[in-house]
Structure formats: C-alpha cells, structure tokens
C-alpha cells in the first residue's frame, strides 16, 4: 500500500505541486507597479492587452504629471504622421493624450473599456471619435467584439452591473448574443438581462476569478507593447518645429499631405493607395451604393456608453469623421444617406446633453484633411489637436446629461430620421 501511494505521489506529486505554486503566484498581490516610460509608451501602443485589462491605463489616470486625457475611438487613431494630436499634445501642450482604439472598437468594446476604469473617469474630460461608418445594418462585427473584450473586463462590469437599469439589461442581452458567454460569467450575465441581481455564489465565483485575472494583468501588461512611441511620436515631435503655430502648422501639413499622395487621384497617401486600392479600382466602382448607416443596434450601443459618460460625470468632446469627398464619388456612397446618420448621431447626444460635438462630415472636399478614404490627418489632425486643447484648458461646469432609455429601443434603432419621424420620436422623449 505504502509502495503505491508513493508511486502514485511520484506520478501526480509534481503536478499537484506545479498547480499549488502557479495558483499561489498568481493569488499573490503583486503591485504592478508602471515606471512613467511604460505608461507613456503605453498610451500611444493601441495595444490590446491594455485596451482590455485595467493595470496600465488606471495607473496613467492616477498621475498628475503629466496629466493624460483618454480619446475613444477606432481605426482612426492608428494614422500617426507627425501631426498626429498625440504627437502635438506631447510636443506643446500641458496634457498627454491616452488612445483607446484600433479596427473594431465601435462604442461596446469602448462600454468594457471603461468598465475596468470608473474611479479614474469620475468628472474626467475625455475625447471620443465617432465614425458614421460603425453604423451598419448588423452592428459590431461578433470577432471584433470578442477580440477587444476578455473575461476579465466582462467580469468587471458584471460585478457593477445593475440589474435595475435597463441600461444594464441591454448591455448583458448584447454580451450574450455576440459572445455566448459559458459558466457563471454566462450565468450571471443571463440574471442581469432578466434583471435579477447576482446570486450570492456567482458574486462570488466571480470575484476570486476577477481576482487571479488582476494579478495576471499586474504581471505581464507592461510587457509586447508596439513601440509607437519610439518609432512613430518621437521622431514627429523632432521634426516639429519647436514653437507651437497653427497657422504655421496648418500650412506646413497641407504641403506635406500634397507630397505624400502624388500617386493616384483620389487624395490618399502613397502607401494607403498601394497597399489598399491599386489594382482595385474597378470593382470599387459603385461598390457601395447601397450602403446605409441608418438603422443599426450601434445606436443603442453608443446609448449605454453615453450613459456611462453620464454616470461618471464625464465631459465628452465628440467627434464625428468625414468621408473622402473622392472616394465617395468612386464608390458611389449615397451622401445624402451618410449626412442623415450625422443628423441622427447628433439628434441622440443633442438631446441628452452632448453638445460638445465637433462635425467634421462635410470637410471630406478638403484633400489635405484626410489621410486616406475614410480618416483624419494632416489638417484634420492640426485641426482637431486645436480644437481638444481649448477643450481640455477651457473652464466650464461639466453638463448636465438627461438621459433617456427610449434611445435603448428597436425603435430609435430602425428609425428613419426623417424631420417628421423626429418630431414623433421626440414626443416619446417627453
């Protein structure tokens, strides 16, 4: 007998002891501690690790000096030339610019993101960057979804859901039809769309899982991250001239773009035209006439984070992106469409108090304020940098928001925004 035990010991003692060790250094409370060189080289990585988890971006929130302003948005912020407003707010300014945002961030990946974050956001003036195109019929791509959320921040905001709030409730429908979640992270999700609360052991489950998932994010968040910084803003701030001029830089950007887009006709950069368009601009053609933005569950999407600004007290600059006025043309999107869905965007944060709102839909005729068919740069971005630094060093009450679920229904979702579905639709508001 004593024979077998030890052999059985000898077979499953270093598993049961590797599992004991890894269970207790992950249990353990490591600090995760980030010098200011890793938060900053952070800020501008667009890195998904720090998008998703909590240690980094919360530790940057915290610090004074300098003082960092988080911008939500998407595929955007990765078009880094040297005027990039990162790239200026660390060259000029008395503030530092945090990004939140690649391919697919649309408004729910963003909800998750700030999630993992609310003491740091609470009163907090913020950027977010809206692109009519998010607006699809079907919504946020599942992949996407899943790819820019993890367990860790669904954990997070579950264990503050209210199941009370039909913001709450719409927000664990929309995790469940585009993740599927499984265990009590499925289970638990299903009680707040019903609007029950948690369960004493599913709060608990949760809990100690959120806590070895924290642990995890202390140890490796600081680590693979995209040396933006060292490859992309450090060498733009060095070829900025060192006084700040916007007219000076206005110009000096609009000569630039000219010089970087000399190889097609459509006013995109060199390398975008290359890589995305040569060789394709037939099948292109006409390629999105039948493209609409109006009617999509992103409406209620941008809903629950526009309740969560509102929440947390958040002052909000948003921004709404143009389309190239030359791409448009070869592709046949119907502008008429695409200038209704600002309407509608406009009409939903307007209405609950949103009005700082910078509309740059109708600038897609200026050659040298976008980068390629559908983003800033250059102008675009010498322009928005001006306008988030009176934002930022401007003294003001935060606004009062008046939120209103009907903005959460099928109904706002599929509404055409005709002048008079408006006036209707604003008689339900009331």
Not at 77 to 84: A, P
Not at 209 to 225: T, Y
């Amino acid at each position: 007998m004593k024979s077998t035990t030890k052999q059985l010991w000898l077979v499953f003692g270093p598993l049961l002891l590797a599992i004991v060790l890894c269970g207790a250094f992950f249990a353990y409370p490591w600090s995760g501690h980030r010098s200011p060189a890793i938060i900053q080289k952070a800020a501008v990585s667009l890195n998904n690790n720090v998008f998703k988890n909590q240690n980094i971006k919360t530790q940057a929130f915290e610090q004074r000096n300098p003082k960092y302003i988080p911008v939500f948005g998407s595929s955007e912020l990765s078009r880094m030339d040297k005027y990039h407003p990162a790239t200026l707010a660390n060259k000029y300014h008395n503030y530092r610019l945090f990004l939140f945002g690649s391919r697919g961030t649309q408004s729910l990946p963003q909800l998750f993101n700030l999630a993992t974050m609310e003491p740091q956001m609470k009163h907090r003036k913020a950027v977010m960057i809206i692109s009519p195109q998010w607006f699809v019929k079907p919504g946020i791509e599942r992949n996407a979804f899943t790819y820019y959320t993890g367990t860790y921040s669904d954990i997070y905001w579950l264990l503050a859901a209210n199941p009370q709030s039909k913001y709450d409730q719409y927000t664990a429908q929309r995790l469940i039809q585009l993740t599927n979640p499984t265990g009590t992270l499925g289970s638990g999700a299903e009680r707040i769309a019903q609007g029950k609360a948690l369960s004493t052991w599913q709060r608990s489950v949760l809990t100690i899982e959120k806590r070895f998932l924290a642990n995890q994010d202390r140890i490796f968040s600081g680590h693979f991250l995209t040396p933006r910084y060292e490859n992309r803003i450090k060498p733009g701030m060095e070829a900025l001239p060192i006084t700040y001029n916007y007219d000076q830089l206005k110009h000096q950007a609009a000569i630039d773009k000219s010089r970087a887009s000399t190889n097609n006709q459509l006013g995109v950069v060199n390398s975008f035209y290359n890589r995305q368009i040569k060789g394709h601009l037939k099948e292109s053609r006409g390629s999105q006439k039948h493209f609409s933005y109006l009617q999509s569950p992103e409406y209620g999407d941008l809903e629950v984070v526009l309740n969560q600004f509102a929440k947390l007290h958040m002052d909000v600059l948003f921004v709404i992106t143009p389309v190239n006025e030359k791409w448009e043309q070869q592709t046949g999107l119907n502008m008429s469409m695409y200038y209704q869905t600002v309407n509608k965007i406009k009409y939903q944060l307007q209405q609950q108090g949103f009005n700082n709102i910078v509309d740059y839909s109708h600038k897609g005729n200026d050659p040298s304020f976008m980068n390629d068919t559908i983003h800033l740069g250059w102008v675009g971005w010498v322009d928005l940098d001006q306008k988030i630094n009176t934002f930022v060093n401007q003294t003001i009450p935060t606004p009062t928001y008046r939120m209103n679920d009907q903005f959460l229904t099928p109904t706002w979702a599929n509404l055409i925004p005709t002048s008079q579905h408006l006036t209707n639709f604003t008689n339900r508001l009331h």
